[in-house]
T-cell receptor, first 118, second 118 residues
Framework: AQKVTQAQTEISVVEKEDVTLDCVYE???????LFWYKQPPSGELVFLIR??????QNEISGRYSWNFQKSTSSFNFTITASQVVDSAVYFC???????????????FGKGTHLIIQP | EPEVTQTPSHQVTQMGQEVILRCVPI?????FYWYRQILGQKVEFLVS????????KSEIFDDQFSVERPDGSNFTLKIRSTKLEDSAMYFC????????????????FGSGTRLTVV
């Protein structure tokens, strides 16, 4: 069975600090997909990134970067120079390889509540 | 940018009543999903739907739940006899292809319906 662990339930930092959110996953599949979503106080789920298991290149998008390491089954998310608007709950999620006829849902971690203080 | 639309944004119902939550997926998407998030907890997969039938469902999706695509645009989740523990945010999502397939595709969540059972 697949599982996603976000051990940090809450992180509080001062604006402009860098912060890393950890995500560790378990899956028996060799092909799988990892996601990060942001949930601001308004409640919607905002897609941030999707990465497949064959692509271990780190990705950078503005102040956001992701470090995928298969050897440690981790897909960590770093925000550089954090801003108050980054305050939200961040979820890591996993999807296993699609098998013909199936459309499995995403397995989410419990989320990390990130608080950026001015 | 195309959106998944959910109505209503908030619904209050009495225990034992039936509720129908409505979703309009993105028009060219073929796979539809419902997720649930109990307040302060992680997002949990309920069901996926493709080609007018349920593709996968979780153990949460018991006999009191049903889904339907009554016409070409709506996708509904019905809870037959609501319980207090059904109080949660319900998210609809849609995608062009299942999450576990290669290539770029959309996997978009709606803004959610907050269901309160009293």
């Amino acid at each position: 069975a697949q599982k996603v662990t976000q051990a940090q339930t809450e992180i509080s930092v001062v604006e402009k600090e860098d912060v890393t959110l950890d995500c560790v996953y378990e899956t028996r599949d060799t092909t799988y997909y990892l996601f990060w979503y942001k949930q601001p106080p308004s409640g919607e789920l905002v897609f941030l990134i999707r990465r497949n298991s064959f692509d271990e290149q780190n990705e950078i998008s503005g102040r956001y970067s992701w470090n995928f390491q298969k050897s440690t089954s981790s897909f960590n998310f770093t925000i550089t120079a954090s801003q108050v608007v980054d305050s939200a709950v961040y979820f890591c999620a996993l999807s296993e390889d699609w098998r013909g006829g199936g459309a499995d849902g995403l397995t989410f971690g419990k989320g990390t509540h990130l608080i950026i203080q001015p | 940018e195309p959106e998944v639309t959910q109505t209503p944004s908030h619904q209050v119902t009495q225990m034992g009543q039936e509720v129908i939550l409505r979703c309009v997926p993105i028009s060219n998407h073929l796979y539809f999903y419902w997720y649930r998030q109990i307040l302060g907890q992680k997002v949990e997969f309920l069901v996926s739907f493709y080609n007018n039938e349920i593709s996968e469902k979780s153990e949460i999706f018991d006999d009191q739940f049903s889904v339907e695509r009554p016409d070409g645009s709506n996708f509904t989740l019905k809870i037959r006899s609501t319980k207090l523990e059904d109080s949660a945010m319900y998210f609809c999502a849609s995608s062009e292809r299942p999450p576990g397939t290669g290539g770029d595709y959309g996997y978009t969540f709606g803004s959610g319906t907050r269901l309160t059972v009293v």
